[in-house]
């Protein structure tokens, strides 16, 4: 193979990686993770032997390790170390802030619950799991792989909520606070980012068979809201619960609301709204008081305000705010198995 004899540019083992030139760069000049003979010449040339070391770190680092532990260990595996990488090594000038690896001093010890302080990248995470710090660093990375392995690991390992709550919400709200005090830059992060959690929550909500009888529960933003990450973090917590569901998803119309509770007739409705300008507490009222069977034995829908958006008491009878995801599947669970439906946990 020619690249077995004349190594490939930094750019091309970049592309192959999935991750940026600049943070190829920035690991072989804060770490020494750089090709084993260098050329005379300006461009590096990469073999095999050094892109798999990039690979090692790339892995290490997408599920959590910091960089500079990562670093330890890759070059460990190298035969012979580089010699300018037994001294300090020079920081890069030119590099942004959210590239540049910062290492967690080895004497620090870990969380019990497998909480570290320390970077993602340049993320104002604060005191997160792990597995917080890994996603954070492959998304800054841009590396698509390494977030889908990860995001599928976390649920499979932790469950749905703990999933939620504490790897995937933390992460996307510090790309936010990233990208708004960054004079918008990181949006390609936060928009890679938000599709790959989106993408781990559909994979999860369609993963198991309702086993639970009964109505469904139907997830639906309010008009003129678009957010629907936090409804799909919850379809998949009642498909992890073996609940059924129809999700509607974002900007649903009060008529088509409306036509849609009055077809499916719904034990539960979950109405979600972002933001105080979203919320109508007329609409939310107006489902609430819906019923829908059988003459002499008609129902209503017991209806969750969802999001923050609903700030305050719930305006009505029928109409709950829960004050999260655990709570809400708490809530939605009560109602199956006061009706006899069971929850299928």
């Keep these: 193979m ?46 095999p032997d ?94 698509s792989p390494s977030m889908e392995a990860l995001l599928r690991q976390v649920v499979d390992d932790h469950g749905l909520v703990t999933a939620w709550e504490e790897v995937m919400v933390p992460t996307l709200h510090a790309v936010g606070r990233k990208w708004e005090s960054s004079n918008d830059r990181y949006v390609e992060v936060e928009h890679l980012l938000s599709w790959q959690v989106s993408t781990a929550l559909r994979r999860a909500a369609v993963a198991r068979t309702p086993t639970a009888k009964g109505p469904p529960v139907v997830l639906a933003c309010v008009p003129a809201e678009s957010h629907t990450l936090p409804l799909e973090a919850l379809a998949a917590g009642l498909a992890e619960q073996g609940l059924p569901f129809r999700m509607f998803g974002g900007a649903v119309p009060a008529e088509a609301l409306d036509a849609a509770v009055r077809r499916s007739g719904p034990a539960v409705v979950v109405l979600w709204s972002q933001a105080r300008s979203t919320a109508s507490h007329a609409l939310a009222r107006h489902v609430a008081g819906l019923s829908f069977g059988l003459r002499g034995a008609r129902t209503a829908p017991l209806v969750l305000l969802a999001g923050p958006g609903w700030a305050g008491p719930p305006p009505g009878d029928g109409l709950l705010r829960p004050g999260g995801l655990r709570e809400a599947l708490t809530v939605i669970s009560s109602v199956y198995r006061d009706q006899g439906h069971g929850t299928g946990v």
Excluded: F, K
């Design 2 to 47: 020619p690249e077995a004899t004349h190594g490939v540019t930094t750019g091309a083992v970049a592309r192959r990686l999935g991750v940026s030139p600049t943070t190829v760069r920035s690991w072989e000049q804060r770490y020494g993770i750089g090709p084993a003979v260098r050329s005379s010449g300006r461009h590096r040339r990469w073999m």
């Design 50 to 143: 050094d892109i798999a070391l990039l690979e090692e770190m790339c892995r290490l680092t997408a599920t959590g390790v910091p960089p500079g532990e990562a670093a330890r260990v890759v070059l460990g595996q190298r035969p012979e170390a580089l010699p300018d990488a037994t001294g300090p090594l020079p920081v890069p000038e030119a590099l942004p802030d959210a590239i540049v690896p910062v290492p967690v001093p080895e004497a620090e010890p870990p969380y019990q619950d497998g909480r570290q302080p320390g970077s993602g990248n340049g993320l104002p995470l604060g005191d997160v799991r792990q597995e917080c710090r890994g996603l954070a660093r492959a998304a800054v990375r841009l590396d």
